[in-house]
């Protein structure tokens, strides 16, 4: 029998501390995903959380800084597996396809931070690996991204202010454009949950 698994990605507190977030496209992230959370418990699926560390960098995703942790109301069962990864995408760099083998899944629900990095590359490698995969971008998150010239100390007021930046709105746009019909089916959460989005 196939089994679907809802992948958590990087929704920690080590976004939120960055001055960018302020300009984040769904700073409801937390709660949109937990949507998805109680929705895949409810049918039975499995849950994976994942969260992003780097090391020895002294950064917001430096373990030692104490944010790498699940934004506040996130919270695992028991049962479900969290696991620590280095690298953009889920797999390279953790157990989560053995994970996923040991479980039977074949279907892949991808949700998480930031939409065209950890989230867009983890669908990719997924489908290359041949699972289905179902990227849900109404529970991603994003935000502006700068042009690949400007300064890595640039302010926020600097990069919104920059003509070459691109929206979030942009970022998700093309996102789903790389994705759909090669790497994903572009799913919304209604569609996943049943519940329509407050508004």
């Not at 929704?11 to 769904?26: D, G, K, T, Y």
């Not at 994976?48 to 090391?55: A, F, G, R, Y």
């Not at 179902?134 to 502006?144: I, L, N, Q």
Request: proline content about 7%.
């Amino acid at each position: 029998m196939s089994r679907t698994a809802l992948i958590v990605i990087d929704v920690q507190e080590s976004f939120r501390i960055r001055p960018n977030w302020q300009a984040v496209n769904h700073p409801d992230i937390a709660e949109r995903v937990d949507r998805l959370v109680r929705a895949a418990r409810d049918k039975g699926d499995l849950v994976i959380w994942v969260l992003h560390t780097e090391p020895g960098t002294g950064g917001a995703f430096d373990p030692v800084n104490g944010q790498v942790r699940l934004i506040e109301g996130l919270e695992p069962l028991p049962s479900e597996p969290v696991i620590t990864k280095t690298s953009h995408n889920a797999f390279t760099t953790t157990n989560l396809q053995q994970l996923l083998t040991q479980h039977g899944v074949t279907e892949l629900v991808i949700s998480g931070i930031r939409t065209e990095q950890c989230c867009e590359t983890t669908t990719r490698v997924a489908s290359d690996f041949g699972y289905d995969v179902v990227f849900v971008t109404e529970a991603t998150a994003t935000t502006p991204l700068p042009h690949w010239t400007m300064p890595a100390d640039a302010t926020l007021e600097e990069i919104l202010a920059d003509p070459r930046t691109l929206s979030p709105e942009v970022v998700t746009e093309r996102t789903e454009y790389a994705l759909a019909g090669r790497f994903a089916t572009i799913r919304t959460l209604d569609e996943l949950t049943g519940v329509p989005v407050p508004s």
